[in-house]
């Protein structure tokens, strides 16, 4: 009877600690790094990296940072 109230609460505080995270990741403005990602990619290679949409957070089994509307500078010999 003990390891059940034991189980139930590690099992309740697990679930609550996975809701916490999402919220505060949910709500978290990735677009603020869109200039430092910018300049690291210019210093990096020399060439101009265009952010034009939002950067979001997608949760789901393999969590991703999605980027939409991105362009990369043309090397100079290239075409």
């Known amino acids: ?11 309740g505080l697990m679930i609550a ?5 999402y919220v505060i990741l949910s709500g978290y403005d990735f677009n603020r790094f869109k200039p ?3 300049q690291t990619v210019r210093d990096a290679t020399g060439r101009e990296l265009t ?3 939002d950067i979001r957070l997608q949760i789901g ?15 100079p010999w290239g075409s």
């Open 17 to 21: 600690l996975f809701v916490t995270v």
């Open 61 to 75: 089994l393999t969590p991703a940072l999605v980027v939409e509307n991105v362009s990369f500078q043309n090397a």
């Open 1 to 11: 009877m003990r390891w059940e109230w034991v189980l139930a609460i590690v099992a």
């Open 51 to 53: 952010i034009g949409g």
């Open 36 to 38: 430092q990602i910018a």
